[in-house]
Structures are given as structure tokens and as C-alpha cells.
């Protein structure tokens, strides 16, 4: 299996996916951080992948949805955006419901 399938298969095995530096207990970088606390504050599960883990997912996750950054956030499978991106879908009052209905088109 190639990384793009690999990287594919990951972002299908679970509603919320954050790909970040380090792991939620333990980011490697302010962003991957912010990003980790802000999706954990919901109470609502999500998965993670540690980049750091594999290196071809990480020289290759930027051209899989034409994101240049980490961390990256997936929705059922559809890039939601970076850190940023999380944290005002948080100050608008969005983000846990988003969280939610994910995870509910995820088990239906």
C-alpha cells in the first residue's frame, strides 16, 4: 500500500482525525497543542497520528489535500482546515456540534 492509500485509509478509520507533532499528552510544537486541547475541551472522542511516527506520512500528508501545514484536522474523511481553523469553530460555539455530528454520520 502506497502512503497516499495509507494516509486514506487512516482519515476513513475514524469520524475526527488530527494529524499532529507528538501525541495529545505530549505535542512537539505550540500549534499541535493548541489544536489537541481545543478538539479535547468538546469532551468528544477523536483520534491522532503522531507525523513524527511515520515520515513518509509526514512529507506527504501536505499534497494529499493541498495543506501545507501541520497539524491538519479531518471530519469523516474531509480536511476541516489547521489549529486556526479549530480554535475559532471553538470561539463561535461550532465545534462541538461539528464533533458531534461527525462521529453520529460516522456510526450511521
Known amino acids: 500500500m502506497d502512503v497516499l492509500e495509507r494516509i486514506q485509509k487512516q ?3 475514524a469520524p475526527i482525525v488530527l494529524y499532529m507533532k507528538g501525541t495529545p ?6 500549534f499541535s ?3 489537541a486541547k481545543t478538539l479535547a475541551s468538546t469532551g468528544v472522542e477523536f483520534s491522532y ?3 513524527f511516527d ?3 506520512v509526514m512529507k506527504n500528508l501536505p499534497a494529499f489535500a493541498d495543506w501545507p501545514t501541520f497539524p491538519q484536522i479531518y471530519f469523516n474523511s474531509e480536511l476541516m482546515g489547521g489549529g486556526d481553523i479549530i480554535v475559532e469553530m471553538a ?18
Do not use: H, R, W
Not at 499528552?25 to 505550540?30: E, K, L, N, T, V
Not at 461527525?102 to 450511521?108: D, H, L, P, Q, R
Open 49 to 51: 497520528v503522531n507525523i
Open 11 to 13: 482519515v476513513d478509520s
Open 91 to 108: 470561539e463561535m460555539g461550532t465545534l462541538k456540534g461539528e464533533m458531534e455530528s461527525a462521529v453520529e454520520k460516522f456510526n450511521a
Open 33 to 35: 497543542s493548541t489544536a
Open 25 to 30: 499528552q505530549f505535542p512537539q510544537c505550540g
Open 54 to 56: 511515520d515520515q513518509e
